[in-house]
């Protein structure tokens, strides 16, 4: 296995936990938090899907989605987690669950940003 294939195959890792976590939270959302649910569900199941690019190295424009739609994804719970924010009006807590997709989600950024910088450097 070449070195670089370890990158990919991390960055589809940490997307893929990323999703199955926010999946596992739409089932406990949907029932009290409709809009939760939802946001979780069709969330989790695009980091999911976002595997699939990775592992076949769909190229810059799918990585760079991928990057776009993770940073949604993460501002949305920091401005959530802040007191009188715009979206709820109070500040959420800081469950375990959450702090396993965040940071796999950090970790997906940044990988998918090492790879990004790696195929430059490759074109050069």
């Not at 406990?28 to 595997?51: E, H, K, R, Y």
């Not at 195929?119 to 050069?124: P, T």
């Amino acid at each position: 296995m070449k070195k670089d294939h370890i990158l990919y195959i991390a960055a589809a890792a940490a997307t893929a936990i990323g999703g199955i976590m926010h999946i596992i939270m739409s089932t406990n959302s949907l029932p009290n938090n409709l809009n939760n649910g939802i946001l979780f569900l069709v969330g989790g199941i695009a980091q999911v899907f976002w595997v699939i690019p990775m592992i076949r190295r769909w190229g810059t424009i799918w990585y760079s989605i991928g990057i776009g739609g993770t940073a949604v994804f993460i501002a949305l719970w920091v401005i959530t987690r802040i007191p009188d924010n715009p979206i709820t009006g109070r500040g959420g807590p800081v469950s375990q669950n959450a702090i396993i997709v965040e940071t796999a989600q950090i970790a997906f950024l940044a990988i998918v940003i090492a790879i990004l910088a790696c195929e430059k450097r490759k074109k050069l």
